[in-house]
């Protein structure tokens, strides 16, 4: 193994070390900071993976994923439906991309809107079908990333000035998109939430 991923995977296990400890901890404010070092020791062993060559795209039904995805943080973090809206086209969107890391980029942008979306973080969550692609739309409308951030949301490690925040989920995102053929945009407005898609191109159906 190289240099280049055994030195995030070492400390991802720190990480995983120190949210044990977190998660012991008395205090309500315990378990969300615990979660927070538990996603970023994900997100380095992810990297890891992405430039190891790890995680190989295979065929997936994009809409089914997202779906079950949604259901799933659901039933971690129970919601009213008002606040995590999903919808699907009613279709299979069968593309070739890595299920891992497409769940690890689902599950970051959720998290993001809900520690940082306020009392009440409301996200919508669409999949659709545009030409030849499939889509991944996501929507919240919490406050939104501050200005002197968005130049470098997509730049790996750029958020990593104190942990647990290293500043990989959105680059995650559109590296995984870009490397499985797809794209992945971003838009925010502070006061005005979070704006992002996913697109990859569909698999060519028999």
């Known amino acids: 193994m190289s240099l280049q ?102 599950l970051n942008l959720l998290c993001n809107s809900l520690v940082y979306g306020g009392a009440k973080p409301a996200v919508s969550v669409r999949c659709l079908r545009q030409g030849n692609r499939a889509v991944l739309l996501f929507r919240d409308w919490g406050p939104g990333i501050p200005l002197h951030r968005q130049r470098q949301a997509l730049t790996p490690f750029a958020g990593s000035g104190s942990l647990p925040g290293l500043g990989l989920g959105l680059p995650l995102a559109a590296a995984f998109a870009a490397r499985d053929g797809g794209a992945f945009t971003l838009e925010s407005r502070p006061g005005r939430g979070v704006a992002a898609a996913r697109s990859l191109p569909l698999w060519p159906v028999a």
Request: charged share 20%.
């Open 5 to 106: 991923t055994e030195c995030p995977r070492r400390t991802a296990a720190l990480l995983r070390a120190e949210c044990a400890e977190v998660l012991t901890a008395e205090g309500a404010a315990a378990p969300a900071a615990g979660y927070r070092i538990l996603r970023a020791a994900q997100n380095l062993e992810m990297w890891a993976d992405l430039t190891g060559g790890g995680f190989p795209a295979r065929v997936m039904d994009l809409a089914a994923s997202a779906r079950a995805l949604a259901e799933a943080a659901r039933e971690v973090c129970p919601m009213p439906p008002s606040l995590l809206r999903f919808a699907a086209c009613g279709q299979p969107l069968p593309v070739a991309a890595s299920e891992p890391a497409f769940g690890a980029a689902f």
